[in-house]
């Protein structure tokens, strides 16, 4: 009887570490994606911008030659709230409708003033993560309602 035990023990072990050879055998290999400035030929272009944030009231703070690989609005913002340990809330784009700021720094959107943006003086005609940026712009995001 211990001997029949023991054969079925044995027997089953096989199974398992068959099962499981059968398995590993058949899993892709993984691939290693490299980022695109790791690709041969392939360098991100940086942008360095200026950032002014007028939060109104007087506050006001200004990033001077911000070096980064985003080419957007939002990003250049993004990567400025995390260098300087301030949040960004923002509802992600969705289909053709563009991402919509709903806070910096705690300072949300009101009935009557919301976040706004400015490149090199013109007023943004689309939403920040559609507005493009390139060395040497200047990028104001204000809160402010359309009167003032």
């Known amino acids: 009887m211990f001997k029949i035990k023991k054969l079925i023990i044995i027997i089953l072990a096989?199974?398992?570490?068959?099962?499981?050879a059968v398995v590993w055998s058949q899993r892709k290999p993984s691939a290693t994606v490299e980022p695109p400035s790791a690709v041969q030929g392939v360098q991100e272009e940086a942008v360095?911008?200026?950032l002014v944030l007028d939060f109104g009231d007087e506050k006001?703070?200004?990033?001077?030659?911000?070096?980064?690989?985003e080419k957007t609005?939002?990003?250049?913002?993004?990567v400025v709230s995390s260098r300087n340990?301030?949040?960004?809330?923002y509802i992600p784009p969705s289909g053709e409708v563009g991402a919509f700021v709903k806070s910096i720094a705690g300072v949300e959107n009101t009935n009557e003033k919301f976040w706004q943006?400015?490149?090199?003086?013109?007023?943004g005609?689309?939403?920040?993560?559609?507005?493009?940026?390139?060395?040497?712009?200047?990028?104001?995001?204000?809160f402010k309602g359309f009167e003032q």
């Open 125 to 142: 005609q689309v939403a920040m993560d559609q507005q493009e940026i390139k060395s040497g712009d200047l990028v104001e995001i204000r």
């Open 60 to 69: 006001i703070a200004t990033y001077s030659a911000i070096r980064t690989s």
């Open 73 to 78: 609005v939002l990003g250049l913002l993004l």
């Open 85 to 89: 340990n301030f949040a960004v809330d």
């Open 48 to 50: 360095t911008a200026d």
């Open 117 to 123: 943006f400015w490149v090199n003086g013109k007023y």
């Open 14 to 20: 096989l199974l398992v570490l068959g099962g499981v």
